[in-house]
Every structure is written in structure tokens, then in C-alpha cells.
């Protein structure tokens, strides 16, 4: 069974910094596309960037792209979301996804298999 746990979020003004983090355990990920994921109070989950294990490719959404970069710790089977000049409109739960057998990034939320319980984002102006 997979489990993911992030971490890392809070409360910050605009402008300011925030990196979120996601636990992966029970199984190798070696095959596995990771992804960041956000949905904001009446909105849909939208994507926000992903990373394919083997390799490190990534692939953002144009509205982070710039601001905001993930990385993985291959040894501590973690995946990172390092969130820069943080908006108020990034203000969401964040939700960390795995999608078994990736090739490539995938950017629908349907595609992943497995996801955390969020972590709240709040950016106020």
C-alpha cells in the first residue's frame, strides 16, 4: 500500500516562500511520475508540477512556472515543492499524487493511483 504524507504548509504574505514536502513509502517509486496538485475553495484540483522518478523530468503549469520547482531525495523517498514570490491566488490545499508506470509527467488528476491527505497553502496579500 502507498502512502503519501506532505508537509509544509502555512500561512505567509505575498512575495514570500514555502517548501512543501511529500513522504512516499510502501514500494518502490522507481516507476512512478509524482505530482503536486492544488484545488482552492470552489474550484477544481487542478496540476501544479510533476516529476518522473527515474530520470527527474518535470513538467509545470504555466501559472508556477518560474516560481515554483520540484525535486525528489531518491534516498529519502521525497518529493519537494519549492514555492517562490508565493501569490494570493496560490492559496489552495496542496495534495502530493502517484501515478504507477509514467513514462512522462501527466497532468490529469485522473491518471494518479495514490494521493496524500493535502496541506494547506494560505498567501495572503
Known amino acids: 500500500q502507498v502512502q503519501l504524507v506532505e508537509s509544509g504548509g502555512g500561512l505567509v504574505q505575498a512575495g514570500a516562500s514555502l517548501r512543501l514536502s511529500c513522504a512516499a513509502s510502501?514500494?518502490?517509486?522507481?516507476?512512478?511520475?509524482l505530482g503536486w496538485f492544488r484545488q482552492a475553495p470552489g474550484k477544481e484540483r487542478e496540476f501544479v508540477a510533476g516529476?518522473?522518478?527515474?530520470?527527474?523530468?518535470?513538467y509545470y503549469a504555466d501559472s508556477v512556472k518560474g516560481r515554483f520547482t520540484i525535486s525528489r531525495d531518491n534516498a529519502k523517498n521525497t518529493v519537494y515543492l519549492q514555492m517562490n514570490s508565493l501569490k494570493p491566488e496560490d492559496t489552495a490545499v496542496y495534495y502530493c499524487?502517484?501515478?504507477?508506470?509514467?513514462?512522462?509527467?501527466?497532468?490529469?488528476?485522473?491518471?494518479?493511483?495514490?494521493w496524500g491527505q493535502g496541506t494547506q497553502v494560505t498567501v495572503s496579500s
Open positions: 510502501g514500494r518502490t517509486f522507481s516507476s512512478y511520475g
Open positions: 499524487a502517484a501515478s504507477q508506470s509514467s513514462l512522462r509527467v501527466r497532468v490529469m488528476a485522473s491518471l494518479y493511483d495514490y
Open positions: 516529476i518522473i522518478w527515474t530520470g527527474g523530468s518535470t
